[in-house]
């Protein structure tokens, strides 16, 4: 083997070498627990959000909502005061417009007049002017039973003497002043004495309504309050009395029916009356 063929081996051998150090090494440096395959996480898929009630047309301020003004929809998010069911909303009347498409919710609704929530359903909420004099010195409260009484100063129009009447018995105090009570107070707190209250609504019913509201138009009501645990079928009282029948009147002077006579007998003189 010449030389040449020597030298071409040893130069194979060198490479070889060469890179089966460079194999080694790579071996070397690599981690001995592999990185597992990458892992395809699976999301759930989302929920759709809940059907409230939509508006399926516009719906003008205080029509009646039928069925057909309205439809089903998912809105996300969804209003806190909103419908699920259409039954809620049918034959109700809005106070403001809801455009189409728009949930149905309840502000769009009246919440109701919380002095006609304290209204039973044979009565009538009547407003009278009251002062301390005429609201019992201002010890009235929301719950208190009342009755009206009415003074009429005699005159030619409204009456030939004065009297004094009651227009109407037992009646409920709805408010008095700001003060507003509910159905079922009965008057049972503690009085405490307040400014004028300028007004005090009564309940009372749709006949004596119309019999207050003459009444506070002929002369000077007057609220008398009632026992807390009266009965209501207590005693009975004088409906009307007149100023005739409190005053005595003056005895009547016996007026001299014929003329009167001096008669003289002498030294003395009488007076003689004919009749």
Do not use: C, W
Not at 99 to 105: D, F, M, R, T
Not at 151 to 156: M, Q, S, T
Not at 166 to 183: K, M, N, T, W
Not at 200 to 220: K, P, T, Y
């Amino acid at each position: 083997m010449n030389s040449q063929t020597l030298k071409f081996l040893a130069v194979v051998m060198i490479i070889g070498s060469v890179i089966l150090a460079f194999i080694a090494l790579r071996i070397g440096r690599a981690p001995e627990n592999p990185p597992a395959a990458a892992q395809t996480v699976t999301m759930p898929p989302k929920e759709p959000a809940p059907q409230i009630v939509v508006a399926a047309r516009p719906i003008p301020s205080g029509m009646e909502i039928g069925d057909a003004d309205l439809a089903l929809a998912s809105i996300d998010p969804m209003p806190t005061d909103a419908f699920r069911n259409p039954k809620e909303v049918v034959g109700k009347r809005p106070v403001t417009a809801i455009g189409a498409g728009s949930p149905v919710l309840e502000s769009h609704f009246s919440v109701g007049n919380p002095l006609a929530a304290t209204l039973r359903e044979d009565e009538r909420a009547v407003a009278v002017k009251v002062s301390n004099l005429i609201g019992v010195g201002g010890f009235l409260r929301p719950g208190d039973k009342v009755d009206v009484l009415l003074y009429l100063r005699g005159d030619n129009q409204k009456a030939k003497e004065s009297q004094s009447l009651v227009v109407v018995r037992s009646v409920r105090v709805l408010a008095y002043g700001s003060e507003l009570g509910s159905a079922e107070d009965t008057g049972k707190n503690e009085k405490t004495k307040s400014k004028d209250a300028g007004t005090a609504v009564l309940a009372v019913s749709a006949r004596d309504a119309v019999r207050l509201n003459l009444a506070e138009n002929a002369g000077v009501l007057r609220l008398a309050l009632r026992p807390a645990l009266m009965a209501e079928a207590g005693l009975e009282d004088h409906d009307s009395i007149r100023l005739s029948e409190i005053i005595a009147p003056a005895p009547e002077e016996t007026a001299p029916k014929g003329p009167m006579v001096e008669v003289y007998r002498g030294g003395q003189k009488s007076i003689i009356q004919f009749p």
